[in-house]
């Protein structure tokens, strides 16, 4: 499966906890999205124990040991949901464009230096430390 999550806004060098929940819930609707959109859609019940598929799944879903797993955590006050998760052998190739204006080779802008604002956005793509590309449910 592949997909394109986009952001447009600042993104701080020292995100704290705040900016990286708005990172979160901005990403929210996109994610919620995936799951309505094949191979995904078949496979509902990993966050939702009472769905029925309509037809046979067309991919199959890895469990890793044994029964199919929910993928519902409570982070703190929050419940999230991965897309990506070791409990269903799923792992992600994650490829980030970033634009911003400015002269080619500046990498340190107001908002601070690069490595450290998309470090913001990959933690604000977790739930925890182990999980990416989560959505809050």
Same mark, same amino acid.
């Given at each position: 499966? *592949?997909?394109?999550?986009?952001?447009?806004?600042?993104?701080?060098?020292?995100?704290?906890?705040? *900016?990286?929940?708005?990172?979160?819930?901005?990403?929210?609707?996109?994610?919620?999205?995936?799951?309505?959109? #094949? #191979?995904?859609?078949?496979?509902?019940? @990993?966050? *939702?124990?009472?769905? *029925?598929? &309509?037809?046979?799944?067309?991919?199959?879903? %890895?469990?890793?040991?044994?029964?199919?797993?929910?993928?519902?955590?409570? %982070?703190?006050?929050?419940?999230? &949901?991965? %897309? %990506?998760?070791?409990?269903?052998?799923?792992?992600?190739? @994650? &490829?980030?464009t970033?634009?911003?204006?400015?002269?080619?080779?500046g990498?340190?802008?107001?908002?601070?230096? @690069?490595?450290?604002?998309i470090? &913001?956005?990959?933690?604000?793509l977790?739930?925890?430390a182990?999980?990416?590309?989560?959505?809050?449910?």
């Open positions: 499966m *592949e997909f394109t999550l986009y952001y447009r806004g600042e993104l701080p060098a020292q995100g704290n906890a705040l *900016e990286k929940h708005k990172l979160r819930r901005h990403f929210h609707d996109q994610l919620k999205e995936l799951w309505n959109q #094949p #191979p995904l859609d078949q496979h509902f019940d @990993l966050i *939702e124990p009472n769905f *029925e598929p &309509t037809s046979d799944p067309s991919t199959d879903i %890895v469990v890793v040991g044994g029964e199919k797993p929910n993928l519902v955590e409570k %982070v703190g006050a929050h419940r999230y &949901t991965s %897309v %990506v998760s070791s409990k269903i052998a799923l792992v992600a190739d @994650l &490829t980030i970033f634009l911003r204006p400015g002269p080619p080779g990498l340190r802008d107001k908002y601070g230096d @690069l490595d450290n604002r470090k &913001t956005l990959l933690d604000g977790r739930a925890c182990d999980r990416l590309a989560t959505f809050s449910i």
